[in-house]
């Protein structure tokens, strides 16, 4: 009885083990997913044109840099004459999650849902809806910086 008493204790301390170190640490198919997000992030984006949050929204396209560094460009008129407002900030993916750090401090959290070189639909978690960009400025021509 001793003996039986010890294995499901040992049976049980190793199944906790191994579900502890599951859930603990990231795997290599979630890093790997993450880097392969960050790539495709990297980039130039505008609000799409199917988006919710189209409507109303000034002209502004998003900077994605490989530095981790972000820049949220607004611009005067839809010829992007100047860019009359805009943040900075630092972005990272961790799980499948855009982290978007403003100067501020605050930080905007976004699932991504899918992305390829041309697309990408993203659920705010802080908001509570999809949203959708396109791999392109919102002007081919215009203020760079």
């Known amino acids: 009885m001793a003996a039986k ?24 198919a979630s890093m790997e997913q993450d880097n392969q997000i960050a790539r495709s992030l990297l980039g130039i ?26 820049t ?33 401090g605050r930080v905007l959290r976004d699932t991504v849902v899918s992305i390829d070189k041309l697309h990408l639909t993203f659920f705010s978690l802080d908001e509570g809806r999809a949203l959708k960009r396109v791999h392109e400025p919102f002007c081919l021509v215009g203020p760079t910086t």
């Not at 049980?12 to 599951?22: E, H, Q, T, V």
Request: net charge positive; with cysteine; hydrophobic share 40%.
């Open 5 to 28: 008493l010890m294995l499901k204790t040992i049976t049980r301390s190793a199944g906790s083990i191994a579900c502890l170190l599951i859930v603990a640490s990231p795997t290599l």
């Open 45 to 70: 984006w505008k609000i799409a044109d199917d988006s919710v949050d189209k409507a109303g929204a000034p002209p502004l396209d998003e900077v994605f840099r490989a530095d981790g560094t972000y």
């Open 72 to 104: 949220v460009r607004v611009f005067k008129d839809a010829k992007c004459s100047e860019i009359v407002n805009g943040t900075t900030g630092k972005w990272k993916i961790n799980d499948g999650i855009l982290y978007s750090t403003l100067n501020n």
